[in-house]
């Protein structure tokens, strides 16, 4: 069975910094991109950014909301993405989730969340 | 950025019922537009890629049509598993955006 399973969520300081991963089973990791999306409280969905795999140099692409906090890494040998979020915002507040895409694809898998709360 | 609107924000409506949501790109996005669905709590669950194509397992109630701008999601006879948010998405350009969502109530 795929699997994405996110962790490192919790309560920070506005200004603070955060480190989320997403481990990944049951696929070939190495060969697919993988996004972040987040979803604020009560709120839509709004895609955070997205690395390529090894085949396309692990280019990293952002949304304009984060470029130059947030950085998208990942360890294919750990089957693993990660999320550092820095210089946060009570505007970054919610359920991070991350998920599987792909060269003009869907994203068709996804993990279950975790919880990011900016507050003071 | 492609903007993606979706109406109606919400509706009501009846198990049996035939459910149409819409959701319209700024600009032509081919047929690269997916459809997810929300439940309370949970991580959204493709549903449609490639404006018409099923994803593995989705009932065959579910629906989508369109190209271009301008897209259909369908559901056929609406099951009280349905009720839920539905979200279009477009995946021609970066970023990749979202539609404002489409709540389905009882």
């Known amino acids: 069975e795929v699997q994405l399973v996110e962790s490192g969520g919790g309560l920070v300081q506005p200004g603070g910094s955060l480190r989320l991963s997403c481990a990944a089973s049951?696929?070939?990791?190495?060969?697919?991109?993988m996004d972040w999306v987040r979803q604020a409280p009560g709120k839509g969905l709004e895609w955070v950014g997205r690395?390529?795999?090894?085949?396309?140099?692990?280019?990293?692409v952002y949304a304009a909301s984060v470029k130059g906090r947030f950085t998208i890494s990942r360890d294919d040998s750990k089957n693993s993405l990660y999320l550092q979020m820095n210089s946060l915002k009570t505007e970054d507040t919610a359920v991070y989730y991350c998920?599987?895409?792909?060269?003009?694809?869907?994203?068709?898998?996804w993990g279950q969340g975790t919880m990011v709360t900016v507050s003071s | 950025d492609i903007q993606m609107t979706q109406s109606p924000s919400s509706l009501s409506a009846s198990v049996g019922d035939r459910v149409t949501i819409t959701c319209r790109a700024s600009q032509s996005i081919s047929s690269r537009l997916a459809w997810y669905q929300q439940k309370p709590e949970k991580a959204p669950k493709s549903l449609i890629y490639?404006?018409?194509s099923l994803q593995s397992g989705v009932p065959s109630r579910f629906s989508g049509s369109g190209s271009g701008t301008d897209f259909t999601l369908t559901i056929s006879s609406l099951q009280p598993e349905d009720f839920a948010t539905y979200y279009c998405?477009?995946?021609?350009?970066?970023?990749?955006?979202f539609g404002g969502g489409t709540k389905v109530e009882i």
């Open positions: 998920a599987r895409g792909g060269s003009y694809s869907p994203l068709d898998i």
């Open positions: 490639a404006a018409s």
């Open positions: 690395t390529r795999n090894k085949a396309n140099s692990y280019i990293t």
């Open positions: 998405q477009q995946y021609t350009d970066y970023p990749l955006t």
């Open positions: 049951g696929l070939t990791f190495s060969d697919h991109y």
